[in-house]
């Protein structure tokens, strides 16, 4: 397909979208807690083609210390994109549009935690795109929310974010890159806390009527209580409860190497020489 | 029955008493952080699973001088913030790196710790912990403790900021013993497993 040729579809007659999904479908999500050792939480999540590193650290002394606030703690984010995440070289260093999102993914999660319990402190969220195809701002915050309850922050409660948008002629649910080029195409992308279905994030590109805005908010947070779901299976899924076990140990052990020949089973030696040969 | 909640997850509807780590919005109480709640108990409360060391009055803190001033010394208790001891409080004159065992006497509204009872550990070693699991280290009035002081025949110090700090014995064991308390500190029964822990030892040396 040329550059210029564009691409003509009318979902209100296929029924279907272009990758086959139905129209409040999001795309297959996947979320792992504390996948960094170093950071206080963690998250790796794979959204569509998305994938996206977030790493907590924090409470911690605010430095420089003119940034500190008396009152409560202050939220750095800090939102990149690596140069191989997008199909074009992007230069490493930080843009307008990486600033921007930066400041909004502060804002948003400013929201959800308690941070007048840490005065002059800075908790720092790191969130690193390594593969991207639209709606990455929205897979950054859903995942550096699991990692801020992964480090034990106080919080009023998660934020779930998806994007919502018309493509084709009809009203979608987490558009992708091709329905984001859409002649017609309107991007929103949205974050709520899903107990108060408090808004906490809400951008918009294009033109909707106002009954299309009415209904695609309401399909909007349907979506975001879906990817809550999930984010709440993520956490749980790290601690299991319980008869306390040594494997537990065993493999902790053996991220840490530690004295491994000592502390570990004959089998997992076995393996372990296996792979020094 | 025990689950774990998530941030801002339903405890209960009704009315009950508060424990730690929960808030009511419109009467209803939610989970504050990641740990485990009881939702058969007539409090509501949730034990954390992550978090950092936050001082509180009476706490006793294994501490690192970190720096050396005129007056005294800049002590790191895993906290925020530095806390400080005077020259007068201490005998003699202690070097950056030095261990120091400590109760925390006072603390502020910034949340930084006043010190009191400073005394220097000479030798050992330090194991750092995750500090919301120290109490599973302790015990029930100390019951942990006493079997891992006898496990490892060794002297040992917890502090509450998640440094235990050892000396003599089997260390070597210790170190395996409280990683092991850490990795299960959420599940049941927990004193039972760490006897059979040091039983398999024995047998294995």
């Given at each position: ?17 272009l990758?086959?999904?139905k129209?409040?479908?999001?795309r ?17 999540l794979e959204w ?5 590193y977030a ?22 984010a ?9 199909p074009e070289?992007k ?10 999102i ?7 999660l ?5 941070v007048?319990?840490?005065?002059n ?5 790191y969130?690193?795109v390594?593969d991207s ?14 990692a ?7 919080m009023?409660?998660?934020v779930?974010a ?6 084709f002629?009809e009203?979608v649910?987490d558009?992708d890159k ?7 195409a ?11 279905e ?7 590109d294009?033109l ?6 009415d ?5 909007g947070?349907a979506?975001c209580?879906?990817?809550y779901?999930?984010?709440?299976k993520?956490?749980?899924?790290k601690?299991k409860?319980?008869e ?5 140990v065993?493999?902790?052990?053996g991220?840490k190497k ?8 004959k089998?997992?030696n ?7 040969k | 029955?025990?689950?774990?909640v998530?941030p ?7 009315r ?16 504050k952080?990641l740990?485990?709640?009881?939702d ?10 992550q978090g ?11 501490g690192v001088?970190g ?9 790191n208790?895993n906290?925020f913030?530095e806390?400080?001891i ?9 070097k ?6 400590s109760?925390?006497?006072?603390v ?13 550990l ?16 302790i ?5 942990m403790?006493?079997?891992l ?5 060794s ?17 070597e ?6 990683l ?5 500190s959420?599940?049941?029964?927990l004193t039972?497993?760490?006897e059979?822990f040091?039983?398999?030892?024995v047998?294995?040396?």
């Amino acid at each position: 397909m040329s550059k210029n040729e564009e691409v003509v579809v009318d979902y209100k007659k296929t029924k279907k979208r272009l990758d086959g999904r139905k129209m409040d479908e999001i795309r297959p999500l996947s979320i792992k807690a504390g996948v960094i050792p170093n950071a206080d939480g963690s998250a790796y999540l794979e959204w569509g083609q998305n994938k996206v590193y977030a790493a907590v650290y924090g409470p911690r002394e605010a430095l420089p210390k003119h940034t500190a606030n008396p009152l409560r703690a202050v939220i750095k984010a800090e939102y990149r994109m690596a140069s191989f995440s997008v199909p074009e070289r992007k230069r490493p260093g930080p843009n307008r549009r990486d600033m921007e999102i930066s400041k909004v993914l502060g804002e948003a999660l400013e929201r959800a935690v308690f941070v007048e319990q840490f005065p002059n402190t800075e908790i720092g969220v790191y969130v690193e795109v390594v593969d991207s195809n639209a709606g990455s701002r929205v897979a950054c915050l859903t995942a550096a929310s699991v990692a801020l309850a992964d480090a034990g922050m106080p919080m009023r409660d998660l934020v779930s974010a998806t994007g919502i948008g018309k493509a084709f002629n009809e009203l979608v649910v987490d558009l992708d890159k091709a329905e984001e080029d859409a002649p017609d195409a309107v991007d929103i992308p949205i974050a709520i806390l899903p107990n108060s279905e408090e808004i906490v994030l809400l951008q918009m590109d294009g033109l909707l009527t106002k009954k299309e805005w009415d209904q695609l908010v309401k399909t909007g947070i349907a979506a975001c209580k879906k990817v809550y779901e999930i984010q709440k299976k993520a956490l749980q899924e790290k601690f299991k409860l319980g008869e306390a076990s040594e494997k537990l140990v065993e493999e902790k052990v053996g991220e840490k190497k530690v004295n491994t020949e000592k502390v570990v089973s004959k089998e997992a030696n076995k393996k372990i020489k296996k792979v020094k040969k | 029955m025990k689950k774990i909640v998530i941030p801002g997850e339903l405890l209960s509807v009704e009315r009950k008493r508060l424990g730690g780590n929960v808030f009511v919005s419109e009467g209803k109480i939610y989970s504050k952080v990641l740990g485990i709640s009881d939702d058969e108990s007539d409090s509501a409360s949730v034990v954390p699973l992550q978090g950092k060391y936050i001082p509180q009055v009476e706490d006793t803190v294994v501490g690192v001088v970190g720096r050396v001033v005129f007056a005294g010394y800049g002590i790191n208790i895993n906290s925020f913030t530095e806390s400080f001891i005077p020259k007068s409080a201490v005998r003699e004159q202690l070097k950056v790196g030095d261990l120091v065992l400590s109760k925390v006497s006072n603390v502020n509204e910034m949340r930084e710790a006043e010190l009191s009872f400073p005394k220097r550990l000479f030798g050992g070693e330090v194991v750092e912990v995750t500090p919301v699991r120290t109490p599973r280290l302790i015990g029930k009035n100390g019951s942990m403790l006493e079997l891992l002081a006898k496990g490892t025949n060794s002297e040992i110090y917890i502090g509450k900021n998640g440094r235990v700090w050892a000396r003599n014995g089997n260390l070597e064991l210790l170190k395996k013993v409280v990683l092991f308390i850490e990795e299960n500190s959420f599940k049941s029964n927990l004193t039972n497993s760490v006897e059979d822990f040091f039983k398999k030892a024995v047998k294995g040396n």
